[in-house]
């Protein structure tokens, strides 16, 4: 669903009744958390069990980088050992996905007390970037900044079918200090602040029309008050099924032209 979609069904129903069974944000599912993810509640021991199994077992690959882009459709190529356990890689994988559909308040309570977390995960690639180690820490603020990053970015032009081009900035440096500092507020209370200081910030974008303006600021309002009448917060779900993985095979080759790289700090 599109920007405009969203803007429209937001707008309209929600209005009329606030009451939205699904909508999607830039490509992010969002649900009422009632209605959404993994419906299995879990302590917070058992979450930080799973969110441990994240941890690989491998040390992570050197990384490499190409002055050109290369074959592997990345600057940036890791080296994987011959002896690298790409069982570890499956496992944690399969590991990701019930903490990235896991739709608890206790979830997102956890993931950001371990998005410092420095203890290597995996390594890939997410779009047009070059593959990258990633940490425990960076996939668990990946999970948890969705349930507060949904309104940082908007369309001037939901119909253009661009990339978002309206960015507010939302003054969270450091996800767990900035949540420390709001350790009274639940998650919802949370969007609602998020959002408000998106809203401030509508007057300032200059460079979009009056009727862009006037619409992202009428959509936060929707966001608001629809948070605001159920107090739940909203649950935003996102596959990495399309992010970029080597495996075995393709380790091989990569070791074929490492002699041509040149290596670089990660």
């Known amino acids: 669903m599109t920007m405009c979609e969203f803007s429209t069904r937001f707008s309209r129903t929600a209005l009329r009744v606030l009451k939205i069974s699904v909508i999607v944000v830039l490509g992010w599912v969002v649900l009422p958390a009632s ?3 993994d419906p299995v509640e879990r302590s917070a021991r058992e979450w930080d069990a799973m969110i441990d199994s994240l941890a690989n077992h491998n ?3 050197q ?5 050109n882009r290369t074959d592997f459709d990345s600057n940036i190529v890791p080296f994987f050992p011959v002896d690298y356990d790409w069982d570890e890689q499956a496992r944690i994988r399969a ?7 896991g739709s608890s308040e ?5 993931l950001v007390k371990h998005s410092d977390d420095k203890r290597y995960a995996l390594t890939t690639r997410s779009n047009m970037d070059d593959y990258s180690n990633w940490s425990v820490g960076r996939l668990c603020r990946m999970i948890a900044n969705r349930r507060l990053y949904f309104v940082s970015r908007m369309h001037s032009d939901p119909k253009s079918g661009e990339r978002p081009d309206v960015f507010f900035d939302l003054g969270i440096e450091n996800l767990a200090k900035w949540r420390n500092d709001r350790s009274g507020k639940s998650l919802y209370e949370l969007q609602i602040e998020v959002c408000e200081t998106a809203l401030k910030q509508v007057p300032q974008q200059k460079e979009i029309s009056d009727q862009a303006r006037h619409r992202i600021g009428e959509d936060i309002k929707m966001m608001i ?9 909203f649950f935003f779900e996102r596959s990495m099924d399309s992010y970029g993985y080597f495996n075995k095979e393709k380790a091989k080759s990569a070791r074929a032209i490492i002699p041509r790289l ?3 700090k990660e």
Do not use: D, S, Y
């Open 35 to 37: 209605h959404a993810g």
């Open 59 to 61: 040390p992570p690959p």
């Open 63 to 67: 990384l490499w980088r190409f002055v």
């Open 95 to 101: 590991a990701l996905f019930p903490l990235a559909h």
């Open 106 to 110: 206790v979830l997102w309570e956890r």
């Open 225 to 233: 008050a629809k948070l605001e009448q159920t107090k739940n917060p």
């Open 262 to 264: 040149i290596p670089t």
